[in-house]
């Protein structure tokens, strides 16, 4: 699979800023559409050990729900039942698949029976339940031998048992072998229509056998990068957001970030959409997606809904639509992580005290720092919760105004219960001043700080822009625009640079590079000289 690739946005002009950052890189170092959009083009002459990859983490329901889910794809269950089916043992013909007396009680068993003789119902049964038999075989929940006197047979395998109990470790290593099994398979039915076009060809014809192969890789590059773009848009998506329509999908991965698709690119994401569609078919089938194919009558309309204007909903399904479910998030996930990526799991930085998940979350690149916040609020108390947070993000490093940063958000959302905890700093140097503002978004009457406090917090706010904006230059223009800053810049900068604050500097020199007010921004230069001067004095 695929490792999608994403690299810092170029910045106008590298500040000290830059330089403190440069060892570690916080979330968003990272564009939302890097990390979303883009994906890692195969050949490129890129370095790629300059590129930072980044997978974005994700939330799995427990183990013991995808067993549950796995357990309930048909196919799985299905193949269960064969398998239980074939005990003590079973004729089989030489190649391992049931004997042809077999195969109408099989369908019968898997309640696949019923169609009327000369329709093709009893053939698409039987079809079905060696299907179900292959993949048992597939999975070694049935073994295959051969007897004394020369009779080849089936026997339940060693998994069997504890499949059938539910043993989480086995289901979920049985359904994550069939799932690699379909992805292969999908990626093969694909280049089977360029060996079908060549039919004619010699059998040991080199070139078209290298032009199949050379199909079936492509197709299978083109899957894995589809099924990475639906395991990140599950990841950044609200829940219940989750589900894309086939042409975005398709767009994604065709057009280039930062673009409008012109005719040409429409046509191929048409051609795209085209060719994902049965593919993500058969992988919908064991489970790994909900999808609705493209309406086969779609095309043959003479009043096609294409090129009239926005689609309706109901429309716009007619194209296809595809949503990777919780499975499909744990397989793409485990063959992330065996090709060498980091995959990371919501909650994974939630496990220590306040200290440590402030710690881990201000200092980590790949993370979503609300989401794990949520994780180790549940369960807690929420004013001791508080307390303990607003305790872990004082200091004065390199990291310290995210993690005031991020201790404020978890007051919002902790609410009311968060009260008592903010009252206790209200005089706190680095806290107050944060503080007080939240309580006062609160509804809440408090005393304003002094104007030292008032300064102080203005630096270490935006210095937490700075380290987790780095790069957006629309951020930090909209903070600028919103500084109090009077008919008098010498004046106004003439106090914040007296700023006891490890970042002060940093934060000037940002505001002399991107304040549009030319008087303004060379004040802000020129205080961010002194500041300089008096960090290092």
Known sequence: MSGRSSSTPDNPSETPSDRAAAERLLPADFDLADLYGAFAAHGQDEDQDDAAVLVPPIQLPSERELAD???????????????????????????????????????ELLGLGGGSEGEGGDDEAEVEAMRAWSLACDLDLVEIGTTEAGEHVAIPGPDLEPAEAGDEETVLELWLTAAGIVR????????????????????????????????????AELLDEALQVLYETTAFAEPGEETVPLGVLAALLVVPEGEEPDEELLGDITDLMITLDPMLSDLAELGLLEHQPIDPELFEEEDSPVGEGELS?????????????????????????????DAPLVGELAQGDAEALLRAVSETA???????????????????????????????????????????????????????????????????????AWLRGQGQEVTPPERGMVLWTLV?????????????????????????VTDNPASYFGELWRVRHPYTADVLEAIGELHLNRTVAKEARKAAFKARSQQNG
């Open 69 to 107: 889910a796995a357990l309930a794809v048909p196919l799985i269950a299905h193949a269960l039942k064969l398998a239980r089916w074939a005990a003590p043992h079973r004729r089989v013909d030489e190649f391992g698949d049931l004997v042809e007396e077999d195969r109408t009680p099989a369908a």
């Open 184 to 219: 292969e398979l999908a990626a093969e039915a694909d280049s089977l229509d360029l060996a079908d076009e060549d039919a004619e060809a010699e059998e040991d014809d080199e070139e078209r056998l290298a032009a199949v192969e050379e199909s079936r890789r492509a197709a």
């Open 366 to 436: 790949n993370v979503l720092p609300e989401r794990e916040v949520l994780v180790w609020l549940a369960g807690r108390d929420p004013e001791t919760a508080a307390r303990e947070l607003l305790a872990a993000s004082r200091g004065t490093d390199q990291h310290s105004p995210v993690r005031r940063m991020l201790s404020v958000q978890a007051l919002e959302t902790i609410g009311e219960a968060a009260r008592p905890a903010a009252a206790e700093v209200l005089d706190d140097p680095e806290l107050g001043g944060a503080v007080r």
């Open 460 to 484: 270490d706010g935006f210095a937490a822009q700075l380290l987790t904006s780095e790069g957006d230059a629309e951020v930090l223009h909209r903070l600028i625009a919103e500084l109090p």
């Open 313 to 341: 909903d109901e429309e716009s399904a007619r194209f296809g639509l595809v949503r990777l479910t919780p499975l499909g998030q744990y397989a793409v996930r485990q063959w992330l992580l065996e090709e060498g990526y």
